[in-house]
DNA sequence: CTGAATCCGATCAGATACTG
DNA sequence: CAGTATCTGATCGGATTCAG
């Protein structure tokens, strides 16, 4: 059963690893966290997002919206006004997504230590090429 | 406590922002996922994964070794033997990539209807537009 | 306010050639 | 076998401008 499961990693273009490419890009994960809690309207969504530019989030959402993630909602009214809401199975996905941070929030120092180590080595090593 | 978790999607520059960069990059996912059955050699890591270039694989894997999360261990023979292993650490993420791989495998029929019917609606849209 | 469209520099990644 | 180095086309993404 575990085989079946993770078949699909030897092929590239499988259904599976387009929408891992999907999810894993850098803005949704926040996005789908930041909806999670409640729904918001564009410019809130780029005020809470540090960094990300007008283009990047419209195409972010445009993504979302079109995997099924998040519900686009426009208000006749103006000025314009577009709630972003996350669907059902956006929920879903959140889940899993919170476990991947909440791994990582607690495995960084580990890794951190592990870059200053990596690093210290690379270094002694080109010292010792370097004055043979 | 919730609050806490979240905290950090805000913050472009924060730590966990680094490392979930890192380990959503495309073939690092496909690397722990293979290294987790058993330890493999470069060339059996190229060919399992399907569409990776040796270039690709080999930053790849650097990258995971200086996070701690990929251990590589040169055999001084000839030819050349190296094998990649995952670590502890690397193991305790394999958990964490699983879930959000059975997710996707649950979901992606669910995602691919969502794809259909937001192609549709566009293209309707688009008829309406250009024929008024 | 919420976008779409365009330009353009920076980065990425594949192909190729070379090495121990 | 297991890389490194280099070149180059492709892609990404930020800044800017315009529009409903």
């Given at each position: 059963?575990?085989?079946?499961?993770?078949?699909?990693?030897?092929?590239?273009d499988c259904e599976?690893?387009?929408?891992?490419?999907?999810?894993?890009?850098?803005?949704?994960?926040?996005?789908?966290?930041?909806?999670?809690?409640?729904?918001?309207?564009?410019?809130?969504l780029r005020r809470?997002?540090?960094?990300?530019?007008?283009?990047?989030?419209?195409?972010?959402?445009?993504?979302?919206?079109?995997?099924?993630?998040?519900?686009?909602?426009?208000?006749?009214?103006?000025?314009?006004?577009?709630?972003?809401?996350?669907?059902?199975?956006?929920?879903?996905?959140?889940?899993?997504?919170?476990?991947?941070?909440?791994?990582?929030?607690?495995h960084q120092n580990?890794?951190?230590?592990?870059?200053?180590?990596?690093?210290?080595?690379?270094?002694?090593?080109?010292?010792?090429?370097?004055?043979?």
């Amino acid at each position: 059963m575990d085989d079946d499961v993770w078949q699909w990693d030897t092929r590239a273009d499988c259904e599976v690893r387009q929408i891992l490419d999907r999810i894993a890009d850098k803005w949704s994960l926040l996005v789908i966290a930041l909806l999670e809690r409640r729904t918001m309207r564009f410019t809130e969504l780029r005020r809470e997002i540090d960094g990300v530019s007008q283009r990047m989030l419209t195409v972010t959402l445009r993504h979302l919206e079109r995997d099924g993630l998040v519900e686009r909602t426009v208000h006749p009214v103006v000025p314009p006004r577009v709630d972003y809401a996350l669907t059902p199975l956006g929920a879903t996905l959140h889940e899993v997504i919170k476990s991947l941070v909440v791994w990582t929030e607690e495995h960084q120092n580990h890794i951190a230590v592990a870059r200053s180590a990596y690093d210290a080595r690379i270094a002694a090593e080109e010292r010792l090429l370097g004055a043979p």
